[in-house]
């Protein structure tokens, strides 16, 4: 499927933390979305591995999936050894089921470099014509410096985010 840019298909980029009081939430809002673009026609759907709102985004993926939607989820990793300094075994268990129920599974890097982050949302961005985000408008870091390329590349953006009272 990866290859070239397919009109069809939908990346995802986010923060890494989202207040626990708003995972559901936010859970819920990137499955409407999902339900909204594959009544549009949209087939792929790349999540790129991390923490925080991309293992939300794969999750919803892989339920609208069992609940029978004709798509596909695919993981756009930076690296092979992305999770070797994590420490949550909660979430390294979550993530190698999310590589087993993926379609495909893309590593831009065999190993760690300084750019393969980076490198693994540009391929997000170059692939896609609809973004969903989890993004709270600061001007810094991965998830702004993604939209923005999607901006430049004139892709849909949906963001499920809302803020945050507590």
């Known amino acids: 499927m990866i290859g070239q840019k397919e009109e069809n298909t939908c990346f995802f980029t986010g923060h890494r933390s989202i207040p626990e009081s708003k995972i559901n939430e936010v859970a819920l ?7 909204h673009l594959t009544a549009q026609g949209y087939k792929h759907f790349i999540c790129g591995g991390a923490v925080g709102f991309d293992t939300i985004a794969a999750v919803q993926v892989a339920k609208v999936k069992a609940g029978g939607a004709d798509i596909k989820l695919i993981l756009a990793l930076p690296c092979r050894d992305q999770t070797a300094v994590w420490k ?6 979550l993530y190698q089921k999310l590589k087993g129920v993926a379609d495909e599974i893309v590593y831009i890097s065999e190993l760690f470099t300084e750019g393969c982050m980076k490198e693994r949302n540009r391929f997000m961005v170059e692939h896609s014509t609809a973004c969903i985000t989890y993004f709270n408008g600061r001007r ?3 998830t702004a410096q993604t939209v923005r390329m999607a901006k430049e590349k004139n892709i849909t953006i949906f963001n499920v985010y809302s803020p945050v009272k507590e």
Do not use: A, P, S, W
């Open 140 to 142: 810094v870091g991965g």
């Open 29 to 35: 809002r990137t499955r409407e979305q999902i339900y």
């Open 88 to 93: 949550n075994t909660d979430m390294l268990r």
